[in-house]
């Protein structure tokens, strides 16, 4: 018999109540992840938490959603919101069906196709390739880390007060600084996919956001996700997004300028359309088979990271591949079997950190109690 509605506030209500807080969920779903999202709330030192799971065998019906929202901003399944550095799962995307067209290879260098842009201060773009650009295995520094903050808690996060960067600019930063370790080295930078949207450009004559939209965008129909570009507002309907200071208080930085972040984490969705790229991405349906293999292949950056993807294993034996995103206002998490038929995305209104075991603690819920492997 299904649990009454009355009996799932009442155990939501306790578990809220555990944590010292008082607020009630608005929007209580019978899912294992919605115990977590009040502990991702305060954890989070967020308003508000939102996750939408697909787990029907095929990844694209029989969704399952939840909410909490312990200040009444509103947030929704179909909000759209900054999904920061899932990005670079979709540059990675375009990349490697390029790398299939012969339009590139994976071994060029990025002198081939940017000449003279990295060099200096012990910065040789002659020899990083791209597939060290796609496995974050370059060594080069990462340009987030030297953006100026009116908080430090922004430090690698494109902040509020962030003036727009060009890519050129954002590269010209990073390469003012030595190697932030040697190449071959695992070390995570959005510096480099920074530079694989140039390679987008200069391959392509068009841009990354519009070889995403053309190659993933449209294909998918996925009517929520863009790239704005200049475009400081999000699109409707949108809950307000919030940058907590060191001091507790919350600024609202719904609108901000994205270019600072660019190719390595300009992208706007929604949870129902990251579920269904990772679906899609996972169930083979944009790659093809040698191109998904290289994209998981782990090898290179000691089993942490693919190109644009990293697994995960959990205690349950289940490994999901997929992405985090963190900019300013939002913190996302997309997450899916190797099959692409169990996806599970969840968003934080705020750029707090979420702490790796509670995040992990929601994973397992989603994906070890279901029996998915």
């Known amino acids: 018999m299904p649990i009454s509605r009355a009996l799932l506030v009442a155990l939501l209500v306790l578990s809220v109540l555990a944590l010292g807080s008082t607020s009630l969920p608005s929007e209580p779903?019978?899912?294992?992840?919605?115990?977590?999202?009040?502990?991702?709330?305060?954890?989070?030192?967020?308003?508000?938490?939102?996750?939408?799971?697909?787990?029907?065998?095929?990844?694209?019906?029989?969704a399952d959603k939840g909410y909490y929202d312990s200040e009444?901003?509103?947030i929704g399944a179909f909000d759209h919101f900054r999904a920061g550095s899932i990005t670079k799962s979709f540059v990675a995307t375009v990349v490697l069906q390029l790398a299939a067209e012969s339009a590139l290879r994976l071994d060029d260098s990025v002198e081939d196709h940017l000449p003279g842009v990295v060099r200096d201060h012990g910065n040789a773009g002659d020899l990083i390739t791209l597939r060290d650009l796609l496995t974050h295995t370059s060594g080069l520094y990462d340009y987030m880390g030297a953006l100026p903050a009116t908080d430090p808690a922004l430090t690698g996060v494109a902040g509020p007060s962030a003036q727009p960067l060009s890519p050129g600019a954002a590269v010209r930063l990073a390469v003012s600084h030595p190697p932030a370790a040697a190449r071959g080295s695992y070390v995570y930078s959005s510096t480099n996919y920074v530079l694989l949207g140039m390679v987008v450009l200069r391959v392509t004559g068009h841009t990354y956001g519009a070889e995403i939209r053309r190659r993933i965008i449209t294909p998918l129909r996925l009517t929520g996700t863009s790239l704005p570009g200049a475009r400081t507002t999000l699109p409707l309907p949108h809950s307000p997004a919030y940058h907590r200071a060191v001091d507790g208080t919350l600024r609202d930085v719904t609108s901000i300028d994205p270019r600072v972040a660019g190719a390595a984490g300009e992208l706007v969705s929604t949870l129902d359309d990251l579920?269904?790229?990772?679906?899609?991405?996972?169930?083979?349906?944009?790659?093809g088979p040698a191109e998904l293999s290289a994209m998981l292949d782990t090898r290179a950056a000691g089993g942490a990271y693919g190109m644009g993807i990293h697994p995960q294993r959990l205690s349950c034996g289940t490994t999901v591949w997929g992405h985090g995103g963190r900019i300013s206002g939002s913190r996302v998490r997309s997450a899916a079997t190797r099959d692409g038929r169990h996806v599970f995305t969840f968003r934080v209104d705020t750029d707090s950190p979420v702490g790796p075991d509670l995040e992990t603690a929601l994973l397992e819920a989603e994906f070890c109690t279901r029996g998915s492997s």
């Open 29 to 62: 779903h019978l899912t294992p992840a919605s115990s977590y999202l009040p502990r991702l709330v305060v954890e989070g030192r967020a308003p508000a938490a939102a996750f939408l799971a697909r787990h029907d065998g095929r990844g694209n019906t029989g």
């Open 72 to 74: 009444g901003t509103g």
């Open 275 to 287: 579920d269904r790229f990772y679906a899609a991405l996972l169930g083979g349906r944009l790659l």
